[in-house]
């Protein structure tokens, strides 16, 4: 089969011919329809993850069907439509999993790092990490879910915010674009917070009831003037758009980043401690959260706007998402 590598860190891409991987007994063979393109791809290809053995094979965006099963799975058959996240498989047995927070996982196994991932024409997922995909859901367009989407979407569900409370989405691209989304489905009174005035009409078109242009305002005082956020959902990895919007959260607010920006965040402590605002952060989510994600973009139409592209344009497609001009995630079709 054709698969993409990164051959050592800070190496480029590489299509190679590799043998079709043989699932393990309690594995699934997933011959891939599409995968995203992520940013926390770069942590494998410029070599900032810990642990990695390359080459190895990125991409934990996929959305494929089943095409083999090991001798022990029992719940998925050939034929099945599922998908793979940034989950890449739990031990069962350190004290997060033994409360089922499967996450948080001391043992976990990340997709496209500790094994190949799907900018390929199969990999082989543990059965615990795959989230079955709705019928009428796209491949290509479903993809992101399987990360930008189910990171958006449980993020925002498990946070404190009620139907009604102001919620702001701090960047309109990958991540964000989906996140006004959710918001909007959800009953928050959304806010979209981008720089300029290009994605304002768009922003509105996803559901926001708001629009904050951060060059033209001050997007703390915008938000403050809307009366505070009850959350902030910081998407974009840059700690300055971050640091701009804190201001505007109300009290008990929350800033809520699921960026990963490579620099600390600096933030003024005593509007924490007077207004018991937060600072915190979400992972993505297990499978069933990921299935959860699909299922409820299904039942709402929520969907990902993306641009695709073949194994052999897997350059291309990072550089669009790197450099912030995909619209809005980038899609390898294998
Ligand atoms: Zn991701
Ligand atoms: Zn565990």
Redesign the pocket.
Known sequence: MRAVQVPEPEGDFEVVEVDVPEPGPEEVRVSVDAC?V????AFLKEGQWPGVEYPRTPG??VVGHVDAVGERVETFEAGDRVGV??HGGHCFTCEPCRRGDFIACENGDVTGFDHDGGYAEYLTAPQETLARVPDDLDATAAAPLL??GV?TFNSLRNSEAEPGDLVAVQGVGGLGHLGVQYASAFGFETVAVSRGTEKRDLAFDLGADHYVDSEAEDPAEALTELGGASVVLATAPHVDAMESVVGGLGVEGTLLTVGVPGEPLSVPVQPLVTSRQSVAGWP?GDARDSQDTLEFSSLRDVASMVETYSLEEADAAYESMMNSEARFRAVIEP
């Open positions: 995203g992520c940013h926390s791809d934990h965006e996240g940034w990360c930008a990171t993505s």
